[in-house]
């Protein structure tokens, strides 16, 4: 079962120091020049936890255009396990959601995760229900 760990939880320091060595490994593949401090600190960070085995982590933030963009990182050989994280980090937000994929495997896990690719390594998630919205706003 997935567990959800953010900066402030007690347990979070038991992996703290793995979190940080997997994203000081993966860190030029993501494309983000900041310190894991922080990513814990000045984003919304969660990671993410199978039983007792880290996972990895996605943290969302607001861009300089005011678009709630998310960034992750994970172990290699985790696909279900990030659909999982990412599906459920994402029904926590009511707004559109961007990410910017680094790889294939970043792509994909994105669009099985309902994203829709923008341009090519731009997504966007709408987690807004505007269904029945069209018809209240013709009449």
């Given at each position: 079962m997935i567990r959800v760990l953010i900066p402030s939880d007690k347990e979070f320091l038991s992996y703290k120091d793995e979190c940080k060595k997997l994203y000081t490994r993966v860190q030029d593949k993501i494309c983000d020049p900041n310190s894991f401090e922080f990513i814990c600190t000045k984003t919304l960070f969660y990671m993410f936890i199978d039983d007792t085995v880290l996972v990895g982590?996605?943290?969302?933030?607001?861009?300089?255009?005011?678009?709630?963009?998310?960034?992750?990182?994970?172990?290699?050989?985790?696909?279900?396990?990030?659909?999982?994280?990412?599906?459920?980090?994402?029904?926590?937000?009511?707004?559109?959601?961007?990410?910017?994929a680094q790889n294939r495997a970043s792509a994909l896990c994105l669009l099985k995760c309902g994203f829709i690719r923008l341009n090519n390594n731009t997504f966007r998630k709408t987690t807004i229900d505007t269904s029945g919205l069209k018809g209240r706003l013709l009449s």
């Open positions: 982590a996605i943290y969302y933030f607001i861009d300089e255009d005011e678009k709630l963009f998310l960034n992750g990182f994970s172990k290699r050989k985790m696909f279900r396990q990030n659909l999982e994280c990412l599906k459920l980090s994402t029904t926590w937000f009511n707004c559109d959601i961007y990410a910017e």
